[in-house]
Nanobody, 115 residues
Framework: QVQLVESGGGLVQPGGSLRLSCAAS?????????MGWYRQAPGKQRELVAA???????EYADSVKGRFTISRDNAKNTMYLQMNSLKPEDTAVYYC????????WGQGTQVTVSS
C-alpha cells in the first residue's frame, strides 16, 4: 500500500526554484502528525530539511532558512516545499514522512541543481 508519494523534482540552475509535493494516504494519519521534508545526498545520511505541525508551525534546517518554505493542506493530505535560491549543495533525493514514528519511505523525488 503506497503511503507517501513525492513529486516535483527536476534539474534546475543555481538560483532557480522548484516546488515539491507530497501526497499522503489516509493511513498515515496525516492530520495528526508533524510532517517533514527530508533529503539524502549521495554518500550522505538522510537529513531533515523542514517540518510543519498540523497547525502550521514550522521549523527549518539552518542550511535552508530563508530559502525554503514548507506548507500543508490537511484537507487534501498534501504537503509542499517551495524551494527558492537553490544551490548546488541542495542536490539530493527529497522525501516526505512523519517527523516522528516514520512510516515506510516513498521513492522520493530527485532535485539536481547544476549549471
Amino acid at each position: 500500500q503506497v503511503q507517501l508519494v513525492e513529486s516535483g523534482g527536476g534539474l534546475v540552475q543555481p538560483g532557480g526554484s522548484l516546488r515539491l509535493s507530497c501526497a499522503a494516504s489516509r493511513s498515515i494519519l496525516f492530520n495528526i502528525y508533524i510532517m517533514g521534508w527530508y533529503r539524502q545526498a549521495p554518500g550522505k545520511q538522510r537529513e531533515l530539511v523542514a517540518a510543519i505541525t498540523s497547525g502550521g508551525r514550522t521549523e527549518y534546517a539552518d542550511s535552508v532558512k530563508g530559502r525554503f518554505t514548507i506548507s500543508r493542506d490537511n484537507a487534501k493530505n498534501t504537503m509542499y516545499l517551495q524551494m527558492n535560491s537553490l544551490k548546488p549543495e541542495d542536490t539530493a533525493v527529497y522525501y516526505c514522512n512523519r517527523r516522528t514514528n516514520v512510516v515506510s519511505w516513498g521513492q522520493g523525488t530527485q532535485v539536481t541543481v547544476s549549471s
